[in-house]
């Protein structure tokens, strides 16, 4: 699924990741590290957010291309929105542009309970209504890989059950791959991970 070559990500001189060779396969993997490991640089890397040095390939497409767009969804640790728009507004634009199947974005925002605020300004959002947003985001379109940074902050234990269940349904019917990071344990019970990968000493290693 994942291929990396020579990884490398700097800012300001300082050196963040550097990943000389690594190869992940698809499933659901869990990215562990502390606060500033580079957990987050690596998977604005691989959305395609941020420049690099080296090379990313998921299923022989690089991140910087157009195709490769639709097949990586990135939903953030703590996202931000405009003030003035509301989620409704966003959430049918990341739709258009992902080519989102019919009636998924009306089926995402009820699953995750966005329908009954989506139309104020995100202004009046809590956190929590926030991080909601951003991952129905996360699920739009058809990926083959889906992103998600923190999933399990801000939200509440209701959220986190819904959460635990798209990702089992995701996975199990279309075959779509994640990449999770996350301080908390996640339960086996809800949810089978397929490997754990280390984000340690500038670099990614599988457990």
């Known amino acids: 699924m994942l291929t990396i ?13 550097d990943i000389p060779m690594l190869r992940i396969a698809k499933g659901i993997h869990w990215l562990v590290g ?15 957010i941020i420049p690099f040095q080296g090379e990313i390939l998921f299923e022989s497409f ?8 639709f097949l990586i969804n990135y939903s953030e640790a703590e996202p931000k929105y ?30 995750f309970g966005v329908d009954e605020y989506w139309e104020n300004n ?19 379109g058809k990926p083959e890989l889906i992103i998600l940074d923190e999933p399990f902050i801000l939200v509440d234990a209701v959220s986190i059950d819904k959460l635990y269940e ?22 086996p019970e809800k949810l089978q ?13 599988a457990k």
């Open 5 to 17: 070559n020579r990884f490398r990500k700097e800012y300001n001189s300082h050196v963040v990741l």
């Open 34 to 48: 502390k606060n500033g490991s580079g957990k987050s640089t690596f998977f604005k890397a691989l959305a395609g």
């Open 62 to 69: 690089k991140p910087s291309q157009v195709a490769c767009k």
């Open 82 to 111: 405009p003030d003035f728009v509301s989620a409704k507004d966003i959430l049918k634009f990341i739709a258009y542009t992902k080519k989102s199947p019919s009636g998924q974005l009306e089926q995402l925002v009820k699953h």
């Open 122 to 140: 995100v202004g009046t959002y809590s956190s929590g209504m926030l991080k909601k947003v951003s991952l129905v985001s996360g699920f739009l």
């Open 166 to 187: 798209i990702i089992f349904q995701t996975h199990a019917q279309f075959g779509t791959s994640f990449f999770l990071s996350s301080h908390q344990d996640l339960l």
């Open 193 to 205: 991970i397929d490997s754990v990968l280390i984000v340690d000493n500038k670099s990614i290693v």
